[in-house]
């Protein structure tokens, strides 16, 4: 099946500091979606993005589909973005392959 | 809001019982879900159905079973339940008009088995 690898594990920020994660996966696929899960367990889909480049406000989200990985980019960090961040992968409505995810701390 | 409600919200229960988790999809989506996530496992896909029918199994226990009903609204029956059984639940719901394969999730359901 197909894996999905996400870099760093784990990420201490000072708030306003900038940060970029990464979902490497290991087939080729049409959908792939990144997901905040926050302290209190919810799961909150941030973007779907099989291709392309899209921007939400201090989010924004790369995937570059022809070498199999995408790019989450939180800028000017704030306390309320800690979590754990998660890329999912799959085929059409398949089910969705997670990663790992990235657990990120931001300071005050 | 996601428009994907599932209950309980919490669930605590002695081994050996057996508890049902109820998830109402997004209005339109045809698609549910069913993960587990504990500490250990991460995300684990369990089951989909797609408009009634299941349509894919992942790492579903036999102790486990699932259904979609005509009004798309789903149950996920866990019985004989295990310590290792507790973990956070969730439903998830994709397929309708303007949704595409965006997949929301619910709030979950977090289980204890004691």
């Known amino acids: 099946g197909i894996q999905v690898e996400q870099s760093p594990p784990d990420l201490i920020l000072q708030e306003g500091a900038n940060s970029t994660l990464r979902c490497n996966f290991s087939?080729?696929?049409?959908?792939l979606q990144w997901f905040h899960q926050n302290p209190w367990g919810q799961l909150i889909n941030l973007f779907y993005?099989?291709?392309g480049t899209k921007q939400n406000g201090r989010l924004s989200a790369t995937t570059v589909a022809t070498e199999r990985y995408s790019l989450l980019y939180i800028s000017s960090s704030q306390t309320t973005d800690s979590g754990v961040y998660f890329c999912?992968?799959?085929?059409?409505?398949?089910?969705?392959?997670f990663g790992k995810g990235t657990r990120l701390s931001v300071i005050a | 809001d996601s428009g994907v409600t599932q209950t309980p919200k919490h669930l605590i229960t002695a081994t050996g019982q057996r508890v049902t988790l109820r998830c109402s999809p997004r209005s339109g989506d045809l698609s549910v879900y069913w993960y587990q996530q504990s500490l250990d496992q991460g995300l684990q896909f369990l089951i989909q159905y797609y408009n009634g029918e299941e349509r894919a199994k992942g790492n579903i226990l036999e102790r486990f079973s699932a259904q979609q009903f005509p009004d798309l609204h789903s149950e996920l029956n866990l019985s004989s339940l295990e310590l290792g059984d507790s973990a956070l639940y969730f439903c998830a719901s994709t397929g309708g008009a303007g949704s595409g394969n965006t997949i929301y999730f619910g709030e979950g359901s977090w289980l204890t088995v004691v």
């Open positions: 993005i099989p291709s």
């Open positions: 087939d080729s696929v049409n959908n």
């Open positions: 999912a992968v799959g085929i059409g409505n398949t089910p969705l392959v």
